[in-house]
């Protein structure tokens, strides 16, 4: 068993709300190893959207630990936090979040920019996952230009830019049709199984069940079976 590239351990999560206290996570812990696909599945209201936030370091727990790549982030100041967003994790959204006015080079090269890498090696780099996800021939391309599928492909080449050890994705196939939507999660296995990322994927849709090596539920702010 490869190590763990992601641990949540006894994750809490509680709002305000005027005098009442909504507890969105009750003592989830969960763990993703390199090179491991795991799908979190639940309804709208379950947590999994608060949970992927705090696995992400953009919320904080209000209780329990995440662990990223072998560092306990939970109890960091913002600015450290960031700082593990961007070396850390890579991020991979359902609306695709790519500049309009960038190419899809542009696009992965800015993204290395905010991680530090700059110049030649930015520009090779992007360069290199792009063709690792199929768009060696779309480089200069712009958003407008490119499918979906293809625009997809350049999100998933931003988040693997600069290797970050953890992969989250919010939906990845929600945009997209039947065939489309499964040669992305052919990719993205792939690329985690053959690169040793820790995949992280939070879906409703059931073909990420034939892709993933465990599937995990949450219900009500618990993990369930």
Request: with cysteine; aromatic share 4%; charged share 25%.
């Amino acid at each position: 068993m490869r190590p763990a590239v992601l641990k949540a351990e006894g994750i809490e999560k509680t709002f305000e709300e005027g005098s009442q206290r909504v507890e969105v996570l009750k003592g989830v812990s969960l763990e993703v190893a390199a090179g491991e696909v795991v799908a979190l599945e639940g309804p709208s209201g379950s947590g999994k959207t608060t949970l992927l936030s705090i696995l992400g370091c953009i919320l904080s727990p209000s209780g329990g630990e995440v662990t990223v790549d072998g560092q306990a982030v939970s109890s960091r100041r913002p600015a450290a936090l960031r700082e593990v967003r961007r070396r850390k994790i890579g991020f991979v959204f359902q609306q695709y979040n790519l500049f309009p006015a960038l190419t899809a080079h542009e696009n992965v090269e800015y993204a290395l920019n905010v991680k530090g890498v700059r110049g030649e090696g930015a520009r090779r780099e992007a360069t290199r996952v792009l063709d690792r996800v199929g768009l060696g021939d779309r480089l200069g391309f712009l958003p407008r230009d490119l499918s979906g599928g293809q625009k997809q492909r350049v999100a998933i080449a931003r988040a693997l830019a600069g290797s970050p050890p953890v992969i989250l994705a919010d939906e990845p196939t929600a945009n997209l049709d039947t065939t489309t939507g499964t040669q992305i999660l052919e990719l993205f296995r792939g690329l985690a199984k053959e690169e040793g990322r820790g995949l992280l994927v939070v879906t409703h849709d059931p073909k990420v069940r034939e892709v993933s090596d465990r599937v995990v539920g949450i219900r009500d702010g618990r993990l369930v079976a």
